[in-house]
């Protein structure tokens, strides 16, 4: 059965297209604007072909973010045996699936606030991944894409929450994978029909039903934290 978490991840990547247009949108707009011209005979498919490059590399990071915490919480539970570590980690996970449903139905905007952990290692990787602009070629996308991937973003490490709490590096990756996927319809429309994929996304309606969702991930999953305590 697929865990709640990863069907959370996805959730929150999708319906977080504001946010991701954002944080990425930018940069994914500039670049699909500056494409070589042997890739501009066909600007569709130039700009497809850029965009994925540099989505393939972000989700990869954020893949990988997620097995290298997946995996550390499963080796100290394993070292140590602290299972109030665990049930801790899941009860924060929890609290941290209803903040971001809050977020994405619009009725609480504190993830937002959790950026600025991250601001400290963007500003190592920010010059580097700036280095790489203007893109060339789709290499140069897909690295751009693996440091982009570690930007500052309150939906990113309120998602790396989960992945701590699933105890595992293969269950971490699958969940951080699954918010990369999510992201991936925003940010590939933002060189080609953001319009109207903002327009679905943001729409009060839809926003306020995916983030009650969320919460009720958040509140079973405190749920099975609560009753492993009993």
Known sequence: ???FSVTGAF???LMGAGHCIG?????VGAFSQQL????????LLGQLKFILSYNLGRILSYTTAGALVGGSASLLSTLF???AYLIGMRVFAGVMMIVTGLYIAQLWSGVVQIERVGKLLWRLIGPIANKLLP?????????A???WGWLPCGLVYSTLTWA???NSAQQGALIMAAFGLGTLPALVSVGVAARYFAQLVQARKVRLISGLILVSFGIHTLYIAFAQLG
């Not at 944080?23 to 940069?27: F, K, R």
């Not at 070589?36 to 600007?43: E, M, V």
């Not at 893109?135 to 690295?143: G, R, S």
Request: include cysteine; glycine fraction near 10%; hydrophobic fraction near 50%.
């Open 23 to 27: 944080m990425c949108g930018g940069l």
């Open 1 to 3: 059965m697929i865990d």
């Open 164 to 166: 701590v709490a699933a």
């Open 11 to 13: 959730l929150v990547g």
């Open 145 to 147: 894409g693996l440091l």
């Open 135 to 143: 893109i060339k070629d789709l290499k140069q996308a897909f690295a």
């Open 36 to 43: 070589p011209k042997k890739a501009s005979d066909n600007i």
């Open 81 to 83: 045996s602290i299972d």
